[in-house]
């Protein structure tokens, strides 16, 4: 099975060692990972702030990148959902793009949702101890229904200890340019986060997206938590954190 | 009502330092939050009834002028009248008018977010006629110097118990109550002779039936009764889109209506006002008018909006809205507050006098997963960004960020240096901390957050580097 890995750029950026972890995690899985190097983002900040024609032209080059792979794999709810729920919306007057964005849509999938719902793994390649509380990012909820694989994947480890928080499900308030353009909003939301992770018990928020780690890692910091921490779902999973 | 949408993040700011303000929003999400979760589990199949009730919606729109003239046909074979109005202005002129005809001193009135689109309250006093809320909620407010209200379903939900208390005893000149059934009981006295004296009732409505010409509406108190059925006048004023073909669409829709809004599985009161008293009839008004307001709604017609003129008015998208549970609904400043009014306001009155609204969401799509109407509000608002752009009415600080970031994006072999250089910088920025406390050119970010540093080298640099290793 060959695997086209899209790192998203944020992974790429701010937290290679995600996308490290996540090949690991496909490669134990049996996955042949491949990383185009031309790949850049998916289109989501042009898209979300009106510039359709931006996001088109990034959709393009994602097709022409990818459409040879078997899968396509992305460490992000975020990144996954502008590809397999929006890409198709972007070709609507263009049947013949369309047509080939929608097959190859259906063989992109969010990193944890593709080990467990296509590959099926059930056995983890790495070591994690801790006792963890786990945030549903918006677009891997909403847009590709990721809600119970993290948790069936955490699941196979014994020694990662799930405590629920009150709302996990609720937006961290990243939003994207949303929060640099409404600061204060967005910090009024990710308190609520915030105050909610530290009272779940677990000593570490494990979460799908970039977007809500920066987001609430920058807030438990700048309210002076220094140890809890933030892990994506791929460093917890493969052990490497 | 006056447009302030342009204040939005001036009116943020002090919506979030306002503690009270908090705490009853906090109230409100937490109580019909879990409220509708539990209603729709009454259902014995939520997503089959909500789609029955959509689909019954979209048929309404689809040929939304052959509903309303064969509204007004049926109406009018039962003894009212039916009145258009172009704008919420006209519509206000009109009812006016009404009043003038009719001898009109006083108008008791029941809750209508209609004809809070109209003023309709300064045009009737401008014309030397005194309009009187009944609605308790809207009764506060309008004792409150006529303070707009901050939700659809709950007007006064930025009010604190304490301050109500406060606001009676100054205005009603009682001893101060503190228990709230003294509180409603004080306001019923006040109201009770209104109801009685009143020349004319206004009230909303919810829903208009085609086939029979009545009015359909859900109240949770009970004034509503007063307002329609005791003067001899009526007046509803209501927006064309609120037409239903017949009693059974009334039917699917009431079944998600109250279970959305405030999870009661129908609301205390609800009527089916059909036509004028008759013959031999011993109440009910003699006279009875529609006055259907368009004021931009035609105008979502056949275009890319038209799923908004589904919305049936619940609430439940600010209820479950982060940027609305934390501002309340006089940040919007217009009628309708949270992602409904986020796309109403600027499709009403101009996207140009609304910018922040369509920005200020994090399109966290939880108002599309609860909306009863399915209406896809984060597709909508992304929509109106675009079309913001495309009329060049964003600043022009982001729309160069934007060229920028595009070019870069679409050439990989600048892209990828860019990054890496990026990586450095602000790793060497982050210092042994991995983190910036004050970051100039994104002060918007880091006034409430630390920036988180990359841990780099970049994910491509290692995957060569392993490549290599191989």
């Known amino acids: ?241 | 009502m006056h447009v302030q949408s342009m204040h939005f993040k001036a009116r943020a700011g002090q919506k979030l330092a306002d503690a009270r303000l908090q705490a009853n929003l906090k109230k409100l999400s937490t109580n019909w939050v879990a409220g509708r979760a539990r209603a729709i589990t009454e259902l014995d199949d939520f997503e089959a009834t909500r789609d029955d009730a959509i689909a019954r919606r979209n048929r309404a729109l689809a040929n939304l002028d052959v509903w309303i003239e064969r509204f007004e046909r049926a109406a009018t074979a039962r003894g009212a009248t039916v009145l258009f109005a172009e704008t919420p202005a006209d519509a206000s002129k009109l009812v006016v008018e009404i009043a003038k005809k009719h001898g009109v001193r006083k108008v008791t009135k029941s809750k209508s977010m209609v004809s809070e689109e109209m003023a309709l309250n300064s045009a009737l006093e401008a014309a030397g006629i005194q309009p009187i809320e009944t609605d308790l909620g809207e009764y506060i407010l309008q004792i409150n110097d006529n303070e707009p209200p901050s939700h659809i379903v709950a007007p006064v939900v930025h009010k604190s118990k304490d301050e109500v208390s406060d606001l009676f005893a100054r205005v009603h000149k009682r001893p101060r109550l503190s228990d709230i059934p003294q509180m409603t009981r004080e306001a019923r006295e006040f109201l009770r002779p209104q109801f009685l004296s009143s020349d004319m009732g206004v009230s909303g409505g919810n829903f208009l039936i085609a086939d029979t010409g009545s009015v359909a509406l859900f109240t949770n108190e009970g004034n509503e009764g007063m307002c329609t059925i005791l003067p001899p006048v009526h007046v509803v004023v209501t927006g064309i889109e609120k037409v239903l073909p017949t009693l059974d669409d009334l039917a699917a829709v009431a079944r998600l209506l109250a279970r959305s809004a405030t999870g009661q599985s129908i609301s205390n009161y609800f009527s089916i006002l059909t036509g004028t008293r008759a013959a031999g009839e011993s109440d009910g008004p003699q006279h009875t008018y529609f006055v259907l307001v368009d004021g931009g709604r035609s105008g979502l017609l056949g275009g890319e909006f038209q799923e908004m003129l589904r919305c049936i008015r619940c609430g439940a998208c600010m209820n479950h809205c982060p940027v609305y549970q934390k501002i309340g609904g006089h940040a919007y400043g217009w009628v309708y507050p949270g992602p409904m009014g986020s796309v109403l306001t600027p499709s009403y009155v101009g996207i140009e006098n609304a910018l922040d609204l369509p920005q200020a969401a994090t399109l966290c799509g939880e108002c599309h997963v609860v909306c009863p109407m399915k209406i896809p509000l984060p597709d909508l608002l992304r929509k109106l960004r675009e079309k913001q752009v495309d009329r060049g009415l964003r600043p022009l600080s982001e729309r160069a960020g934007m060229i920028a970031w595009r070019f870069v994006a679409a050439r990989p072999a600048l892209y990828r240096p860019m990054v890496r250089v990026a990586s450095r910088m602000l790793k060497l920025l982050g210092g042994k901390r991995g983190r910036i406390s004050r970051l100039p050119l994104a002060r918007g970010w880091s006034d409430y957050r630390d920036v988180i540093t990359p841990t780099g080298p970049t994910f491509k640099e290692r995957w060569l580097r392993r490549r290599a290793g191989r």
């Open chain 1, 1 to 241: 099975m060959k695997i086209g890995f899209f790192i998203t750029c944020l992974v790429d950026l701010m937290r290679p060692e995600i996308g490290m972890s996540a090949v690991k995690l496909l490669e134990s899985a049996g996955c042949t990972v491949e990383v185009p190097l031309q790949q850049t983002c998916c289109g989501q900040p042009g898209f979300n702030a009106g510039d359709t024609e931006a996001a088109r032209e990034l959709a393009r080059k994602f097709l022409a990148e990818f459409e040879h792979f078997d899968y396509v794999v992305v460490p992000s709810g975020s990144c996954g959902g502008m590809i397999r729920h929006h890409y198709p919306t972007l070709f609507r007057d263009d049947p013949d793009i369309r047509n080939r964005i929608e097959a190859l849509c259906a063989r992109t999938w969010e990193l944890t949702s593709f080990l467990h719902d296509v590959v099926k793994i059930d056995r983890l390649p790495g070591e994690f101890d801790g006792d963890v509380t786990y945030h549903d990012s918006c677009s891997g909820l909403r847009e590709l229904g990721v809600q119970v694989q993290p948790r069936a994947l955490m699941a196979l480890n014994p020694k990662i200890r799930l405590s629920e928080m009150r709302d996990a499900r609720a937006c961290c308030g990243f939003g994207g340019s949303f929060a640099m353009k409404y600061g204060n909003v967005s910090s009024a939301i990710v308190d609520e986060k915030v105050d909610n992770i530290q009272a779940s018990g677990g000593r570490c928020v494990v979460l799908g997206d970039l977007g809500c780690m920066l987001n609430i890692e920058g807030r438990l910091r700048r309210r002076g938590d220094d140890t809890t921490r933030v892990l994506h779902v791929a460093q917890v999973l493969a052990g490497d954190a």
